[in-house]
């Protein structure tokens, strides 16, 4: 059973301050544990909040009419 953080993010290690990423960008090189999955997380895990990357959304853009600038 994996643990909550901060509302739905679930600790991985590519967001982990003992890990840092490979040179290929496909593994985690953990301090701690070695060579891992980026979706991996182990007892050892602690949460950075700087190597968290937030997924993109864009906002619906509104639609506008004419009228909507009248005097």
């Known amino acids: 059973m994996k643990r909550k953080i901060i509302g739905n993010v679930?600790?991985?290690c590519e967001y982990c301050k003992n890990g840092t990423p490979s040179s290929d960008g496909k593994k985690i090189l953990c301090t701690k544990v070695g060579l891992l999955e980026p979706d991996y997380?182990?007892?050892?895990?602690?949460y950075d909040p700087?190597?968290?990357?937030?997924?993109?959304?864009?906002?619906?853009?509104?639609?506008?009419?004419?009228?909507?600038?009248?005097?």
Do not use: I
């Not at 997380?41 to 602690?46: H, L, P, Q, V």
């Open 41 to 46: 997380s182990c007892k050892k895990f602690s």
């Open 10 to 12: 679930e600790p991985k």
């Open 50 to 71: 700087l190597k968290r990357v937030p997924k993109k959304s864009t906002p619906p853009l509104l639609q506008f009419s004419p009228e909507d600038f009248e005097l």
